[in-house]
T-cell receptor, first 116, second 113 residues
């Protein structure tokens, strides 16, 4: 596609419910990142996928968070048993590949998650 | 662990002023540094990327410099306009294999007519 696409753009859920967020990267981009941005805060790294390599999950805050990506296509971020502290904007970014000094990151518009 | 700091946190200026936004990082072993712009309710848009071997990059009224040895980058905005109002973030990709960009918390800029 022309850019990184995220859906839904907004999600309101009740505490305790599971949610699934979707990211469709730019076609051909092998690297995909998920970040979380709480209100008034910086970007917090969650997880990173590079091609078919094992993902780097070092930023996931708890075992309620998981993410999948099949090859170089769509990724889904799942939050189980949501808590109010999970309320944030979840941003997805992709790049052509990593390890090159001139590779730019391209971001989607994010999913605003509100847990009531 | 790489840490990125941006100063100032917020800035309000009249239209036409030249501005300097600052970004500092603790680990100078970097692949690159990117400056982004974020508008309210939107994702981030890459403005400039400076590779580790470069000293500066320019795009229109924007100029970004990089001093790796001192762990600093500046974003210079010439002749600011109200349309420049946004949050500006810098991100550093550190060498050593993780390839995970680390972001500062941003500078919120308001340019008033």
């Amino acid at each position: 596609g022309a850019g990184v696409s995220q859906s839904p753009s907004n999600k309101v859920t009740e505490k305790g419910k599971d949610v699934e967020l979707r990211c469709d990267p730019i076609s051909g981009h092998t690297a995909l990142y998920w970040y979380r941005q709480r209100l008034g805060q910086g970007l917090e790294f969650l997880i990173y996928f590079q091609g078919n390599s094992a993902p780097d999950k070092s930023g996931l805050p708890s075992d309620r968070f998981s993410a999948e990506r099949t090859g170089e296509s769509v990724s889904t971020l799942t939050i189980q048993r949501t808590q109010q502290e999970d309320s944030a904007v979840y941003l997805c970014a992709s790049s052509l590949f990593v390890g090159a000094t001139n590779e730019k990151l391209f971001f989607g518009s994010g999913t605003q998650l509100s847990v009531l | 662990k790489q840490e990125v700091t941006q100063i100032p946190a917020a800035l309000s200026v009249p239209e036409g002023e030249n501005l300097v936004l600052n970004c500092s990082f603790t680990d100078s072993a970097i692949y690159n540094l990117q400056w982004f712009r974020q508008d309210p309710g939107k994702g981030l848009t890459s403005l400039l990327l400076i590779q580790s071997s470069q000293r500066e990059q320019t795009s229109g009224r924007l100029n970004a410099s990089l001093d790796k040895s001192s762990g600093r980058s500046t974003l210079y905005i010439a002749a600011s306009q109200p349309g420049d109002s946004a949050t500006y973030l810098c991100a550093v990709e550190t060498s050593g294999g993780s390839y995970i960009p680390t972001f500062g918390r941003g500078t919120s800029l308001i340019v008033h007519p």
